[in-house]
């Protein structure tokens, strides 16, 4: 393996990258959204405006009632406007491939590892085409051993490469939590500021479709835990894209989380190069009469529920948070001093998730500004089922969302 990270450090020695630094306040805002998933041979996609198109067997048809009948919805032609704007239509998956070969484009010492991510492609094929194109060196397959390589991940940071570390799965990388811990979140500071860590690592997680509990754990608040890890969680193509180049850039060890629901998600994005802020929200709906505060796969469920809450004559705010560590507590703040209201909805666990972090963040920070108590919506205590209903019936659903405004605004 020394012989392997000497061939990718000569190669870097030998070009001429440009500098690693940016500006990170420079943020662009998108406001075309859907969602997406697939399973077995069906396929539907429901975009923001209530719109519908699918495929389906007779589960995912039951699935897909559960949803889009838990509110009502009041089409528009947003998204026919899109497809005429500037830019360019990727899907998630394709958009988080796009800033990664940018990124290997752009500096050489952008290097990929992890199970089956070379000539395979990825499990969600992320890393499609990169080792017919750079290389065996640059884009290493594995063994099935998220510690071993996770751990070379990191000794290759200390050493001046950028590594990106795909964990196929995120449940599989508790596998290596003694590395991301002991090692990726602390060498920094253990040796003094002498090692740099930045490597990127990152993988599908969430509730998928009938998955199982192994598969479908939602583990940011495992990570959220270790000191010296920034985590960041995509929920469109455009801040896929620009979530995954502002990592690799960071100096800093950065977690990427990606909904494997929201891989075959739809977005047209800017042609010209752009990063997104690793440290600030996105203002997905701005309102007056609630705040609401998500992530991933939630905010569009969120934004689901937001039509049936306009109908009713109530006005939310909703913000995808997006940095899970640290959270952005100015765009936060600024919401709560407007709205005096504030309604979490998350897939993480309810039990020490990213909903109790932040009810006590804005507890601590804001609570002279609050008109009632924070309202937290987690998924359930327990293992995921296997069985569509039952997994449906540990998630958070639109309708849950509406009720719980309704009782924060009464």
Known sequence: MAAIFQGVGAAAALSSSPSNSFDTKKLLCSPRRSFSARKGASFVVVRSDGSVNFDLNHKGRRAQQLITNAVATKADSSAAASSSKPG???????????????????????????????????????????????????????PIAENSFTGMGIGAAMTGLRPVVEGMNMGFLLLAFNQISNNCGMLHYTSGGQFKIPIVIRGPGGVGRQLGAEHSQRLESYFQSIPGIQMVACSTPYNAKGLMKAAIRSENPVILFEHVLLYNLKERIPDEDYICNLEEAEMVRPGEHVTILTYSRMRYHVMQAAKTLVNKGYDPEVIDIRSLKPFDLYTIGNSVKKTHRVLIVEECMRTGGIGASLTAAITENFHDYLDAPIICLSSQDVPTPYAGPLEEWTVVQPAQIVTAVEQLCQ
Do not use: N, P, Q
């Open 88 to 142: 360019h239509e990727l899907l998630l998956f394709e958009a988080l491939r796009e800033g990664l070969e940018e990124e290997m484009e752009r500096d050489a010492t952008v290097c990929v590892m992890g199970e089956d991510v070379g000539h395979y492609g990825g499990s969600y094929k992320v890393t499609k085409g990169l080792a017919e194109k750079f290389g065996d060196l640059r884009v290493l397959d594995t």
